[in-house]
DNA sequence: CGTCTTGTCAACCAGCGGTCAGGAACGACG
DNA sequence: CGTCGTTCCTGACCGCTGGTTGACAAGACG
């Protein structure tokens, strides 16, 4: 009589086709400026359909973030044969050249950072995680105990990163390396006023 | 024959009450956490009249925040008198002090940055003249013009002055002035790495 | 053919920010 | 005392949001 009224999917391949939607169109809007009716209606399905797949907004935008977050989690992991020093050189320069090959995924997570939850999580685990492999690697070097101002230089030499990879973002008129030279600097800088230059020093000889 | 249905209160007098009101509610609770229908009802009044006082949500919020960011920008304001490198110092000071003593409103400030383009234009605002007050601190100290890694060197202390204070508030366990020294002699990493360093020295013995 | 699973949809819900026509309180005036 | 006008205030409503429900269509299997 006449063409069916809809063509169903093989469920992989209909999750796939929204996770792949929703990385386009999460970069393209932030979080609350797209409904999921108009996720549905892109994706020619509806509402429900999208809700049955994914539980929730923003399960649906942890899933997109997910991919890129596994992808970006493994070329951030340090050598666990290298030096302190050594492998948190190496783990920056992938994050900043990870971060180059995404920038627009990059761009919106970190605009999405205080809006969905789940993008707050993922970073701040990232910054936790990171912030303890430093602190451990220094305290590695010697068996002092870090003062508390370490702490907050490493911490905030994390927000500095992250500042500074999206005024580097924006300007595009710096060089990778030369970028990577200025976060190394700051952080040695900032330990060094913090009182613990000398453990840096120490662990790069180490 | 029964009592009034509500009593009316003076222009003025009534919106002072919502402001003072707001101030306590978003400190409470996040921007988004709180509906303009709870807020009414907590003040006992009509959703309708309180949008008679104010014409959107975040007009309201940005209310709430006015007072506070008008004595801040006050506290910090540098003396136009000293050299570029003290007028630095001081207005960090003065920050430092006023953070320290409004704690709840500047977390709840930097929680809403995200979501509250009020907010967020009220931080890049003073992130955009703090930058531009350093910047230009230090190409007055000599003739050269800064490489655009000064830039990003300076933008990035920013950031990193605002986990840094984040982690400080949490942590509690530094001293004001102690910070203080951690964040300028970050800066002073940051730029050194940024290859503007001499222009600091200069600028601070200028 | 029947039946069972899977995929799909229209219709609905409570709650959101925001709007509007009109009622109720109160000071002024006869 | 009445009543009148100003101004403060409200209940009902709007379009939209994220999220739910129950019924039905498509295809696989006997």
Known sequence: MSSPAYTRLENDERRRQLVALGERLFTENA??????????REAGISKALLYHYFPSKRDFFAATL??????????????????????????????LRWVEE????????????ATVREARELVDQVRDLTAQ???????GGSGAPL?????????GWLWFLDGAILDWLDGGDVAR???????????????TAAGAGDLLQAAADG
């Open 31 to 40: 979080f609350d400026e797209i409904s999921m009716a108009a996720i549905a």
């Open 177 to 191: 390396e030369e970028l990577l030279g200025l976060l190394v600097g700051t952080l040695l800088g900032a330990l």
């Open 102 to 113: 995404h920038r627009d995924s990059y761009a919106k997570l970190m605009r999405s950072v």
């Open 66 to 95: 997910a991919e890129g977050a596994e992808a970006l989690r493994l070329a951030v992991e340090p050598d666990p044969d290298a030096a302190p020093a050594e492998a948190l050189l190496a783990s920056l320069a992938a994050y």
């Open 133 to 139: 492999r430093v602190l451990d690697g220094l305290a």
């Open 147 to 155: 003062p508390p101002t370490a702490r907050i230089a490493v911490r």
